[in-house]
């Protein structure tokens, strides 16, 4: 396997490996990664469809990409993922997906043609003092202190960074700017995460960092991300003739691991209160989903509060098994030991009362029933004490939703902190209560703040134990190679094992990078995997991301005003002068 870039290799189809209808494939998860990961096999591996099997202990696919109708409780998401558009992998991906949207085009295609047409911007990313904007002007307030530590993170090594929290390698000064405001909120970032993670976003993402404040990066689907994503992807690997084994939950995996050589060999599981399972030679191949961001994840309702499941999490206890027959299989309670720091909670408001949509036009500068961009991403109420954030996408968010309701999704960093107006913490609060909250911060006057909560809306709250789990510090061989060194025939997929690239986790992205990284090794296929973007190495790039980190602050060269203007001289006829005048850090002629 290569990782390559450009026209010559994007548009290239290997050739059928030798071999590949007499081989099998099994999927541990149904999750983006499982379903992405069958479809490479489908697509350039040219595996029969039907030789192909995925295991899913929940009664649907998708994981954490979710998008579903509770008949007693209501609409319930329990998150987002930003997309832009250089998600390389996903993008390859979803070219070859027919849309289930519009006629004779792909998924891709679908979501390019929306983003045309209506491209995502936030007109308020942050209010306080209830619903009033937040003066943060687009500035990213980093003095030069802060301005420091961004630049010796980003230079640092990765070694440098293992184990460390980003509280350890950030000073006070950055951790109270605008950047942090909008770095934590958008991404889902705690102080005690690790500063490695923070390197790689910061690293990857460079291109975006002029669009943090108002979320011109960021683009978005239709309708929520299992309907938009995951279903067409599902349909046509059924369509295709995958098999899909749902309710089967896989308990154990055998391995026979030698000093040069490591093959599964046997794969169990438990369907229907009966155990089952099947014994895997040489070229059977078998991919494993390991870890779990949403596992546990516990439901409440309008009138109850959602539980914190601290008990037996099938998928990390499935990681904990197999790590402990191979060192190379990773570590898993680096992640998933940690659920203080790993928890977090989100909830699903679906508006009842025509009042509140008012309330949410007067914070986003939109009509939420417009059809069109409505937040644009996330408003931070900065002054909450849950730093509590919303988002309204397009609406309908769901294809079954009445058109005089919007559904909204609320979450809060701070979950064990008491609210500003329930004076109760997010996690023991029911689903009214959460809403009460949210409409404080929205602006509703006071006094009607229970009767709008109790009638007006419906909200599923979900606590997570385990969401931010891949953020925990960590160092070199804690999340497993996709392909460990050896494997003859399985391989590790999703958020948890490690790529071979610069990219980071908590994206679709890596959901889809990592499956694609393990069919083309596993079959030697002739195709590269795409690199991720590199924007870290374009020097347009870095220029840019300067000067917005230094809120369009020219540079102040330790020099004399004589030696100054020498120098600017020199520079003024060359290919550097031109540059660093047109990212605005030198001055205009």
């Keep these: 396997m290569e990782y390559t870039s450009g026209n010559y290799e994007a548009f290239a189809r290997p050739r059928k490996p030798e071999g590949i209808e007499d081989r099998t494939a099994w999927f541990v998860g149904a999750g983006l990664a499982s379903l992405s990961g069958a479809a490479f096999l489908i697509r350039d ?17 998708g994981g954490a990409l979710d998008g579903i109708k509770e008949p007693k409780k209501g609409f319930v998401v329990r998150g987002g993922r930003e997309m832009e558009n250089h998600f390389e992998c996903l993008w390859d991906l979803f ?41 943060t002007d687009g500035l990213f307030t980093l003095n030069d202190r802060a301005q420091k530590d961004v630049v010796r993170v980003f230079l640092a090594t990765r070694e440098e960074m293992e184990n460390k929290r980003i509280n350890e390698v950030f000073g006070e000064d950055f951790l109270r700017s605008n950047f942090w405001l909008y770095w934590r909120t958008m991404f889902a970032f705690e102080e005690w995460h690790g500063a490695l993670e923070m390197k790689l976003y910061l690293h990857r993402f460079i291109h975006h960092i002029g669009g943090l404040p108002d979320f011109s990066a960021l683009k978005f689907t239709r309708y929520n991300q299992y309907e938009s994503l995951v279903l067409p992807l599902y349909r046509w690997l059924l369509d295709q003739g ?14 026979e691991v030698t000093p040069d050589r490591k093959q599964a060999t046997r794969l169990h599981w438990v369907r229907e209160g009966a155990t089952g399972g099947v014994d895997l030679g040489s070229e059977d191949l078998l991919f494993m989903t390991i870890g779990s961001l949403t596992e546990n994840s516990d439901n409440g309702d309008h009138h109850t509060p959602a ?73 931070t109420a900065k002054d909450s004490a849950w730093l509590l954030s919303w988002t309204v996408n397009r609406q309908p968010h769901f294809k079954q939703q009445p058109e005089d309701q919007i559904v909204a999704w609320v979450y809060s960093l701070f979950v064990d902190r008491p609210g500003d107006f329930v004076r109760k913490t997010m ?64 391989a590790f997929i999703g958020q948890f094992a490690e790529s071979g690239t610069r990219d980071c986790i908590f994206t679709t992205e890596y959901s889809v990078r990592t499956p694609m990284e393990a069919v083309y090794q596993l079959l030697d296929l002739e195709r590269g995997v795409p690199e991720v973007f590199n924007s870290t190495y374009d020097v347009r790039s870095l220029l840019a991301a300067t000067s917005r980190l230094r809120d369009g602050e020219e540079l102040r060269l330790p020099l004399g005003p004589i030696a100054r203007r020498l120098l600017e001289r020199r520079l003024d006829p060359t290919e550097v002068g031109a540059l660093l005048k047109e990212y605005h850090l030198l001055p205009e002629d």
């Design 45 to 61: 591996g040219q595996m029969p469809a039907e030789r192909i099997t995925v295991l899913e202990r929940l009664k649907l696919p």
């Design 95 to 135: 070219r070859s997906v027919p849309s289930i949207e519009v006629e004779g085009a792909s998924v891709l295609d679908e979501f390019y043609w929306l983003n045309k047409d209506d491209p995502n911007h936030s007109l308020q990313r942050a209010t306080v003092n209830r619903g009033e904007a937040a003066r």
């Design 242 to 255: 995958v098999v899909f084994r749902f309710d089967t939950e896989v308990t154990d995996v055998d391995f």
């Design 307 to 379: 539980k914190l499941d601290e008990g037996p999490a099938p998928a990390w206890e499935l990681w904990r098994r197999i790590a402990a027959k191979d060192p190379a299989f990773g570590r898993p309670d680096v992640f998933g030991s940690h659920i203080p720091e790993t928890k977090w909670e989100s909830a699903t408001v679906t508006t009842l009362d025509r009042r509140i949509p008012e309330y949410i036009q007067k914070v986003c500068k939109r009509d939420p029933f417009s059809g069109g961009v409505v937040t644009g991403g996330i408003v």
């Design 427 to 490: 996690q023991e609060c029911t689903g009214e209560e959460i809403t009460q909250e949210w409409l404080y911060h929205l602006g509703v006057p006071v006094a009607e703040i229970p009767e709008m909560a109790e009638t007006g809306a419906k909200c599923v709250p979900v606590m997570m134990p385990y969401v931010t789990s891949f953020f925990m510090p960590r160092q070199a061989g804690d999340r497993p190679d996709v392909v460990p060194e050896g494997s003859v025939n399985f």
